[in-house]
């Protein structure tokens, strides 16, 4: 029955299905690929860091520099330089 | 997240014109680090705030999207511009869109709500005290 089936059959029933569900999957998944990797929440995270707008020029080690008395309201850093600081948190 | 770079390009461009945006509103440094923390979120961002070439005029944005965490970090002359509560409110817009995957989205506006924030009203008529 199979031996039966002439190149034009087969064309037609196997050859344009996967024609159709190739360009249907194509254009569903065209946007993601367009727009890149997307973040999603509770997944890992296999990017490299990026830092935009980041240090210009290479500073002294902390580690050499004098350490400075602590004050009411600084916080220490691990380096040991005492700045005092502003900000916020969050999480989701 | 699949390996290889955390942003497209547009998605760069488009962060980078938020951070242009918020330093000339503010007149202060803003920088944006997207990654793991070493340690604990906060003192690994005071780290990097630490780094910066100006820290005291400096925000800092920190998200680490593998611990879910967001750390804005404000220098001490940065910290008279722009207040905690100034810098809560943008964390909390950040933080609804990065619940939704939209890290580049969150960013933008965050920062833009920072620079915003830090914004500095000119003084009218400090050259012209006869006109007081």
Redo the contacts between chains.
Sequence with gaps: MIAELSGHTLLVFVGIPVLVVAVVALLVFSSSIASGPRYRPGLSWWAPPVWINGPTATKPDPAHLPELPGAPGTTATAAGVARTTGGASASW | ????????PD??YD??KA?RHAEETSGL????????AD?E???F?????????D??RS?LVYVD????????????I??RQ???SS??L???T??TS??????TGGLVTGVQQLGDHAHLPKLLHANEPHKQ
């Design positions: 997240m699949p390996a290889g770079d955390a942003f497209t998605q760069l962060i980078e951070v440094h803003f920088s944006v680090y997207v990654g793991g340690s979120t906060r003192p961002a005071l780290e990097l705030l630490n780094e910066l070439d820290p005291d925000v999207p593998a611990g879910r965490r967001l750390e804005i970090v404000t220098g001490a940065a910290k722009l207040s905690d810098a809560g943008a964390a909390l950040m933080q990065f619940a939704t995957g939209d890290l």
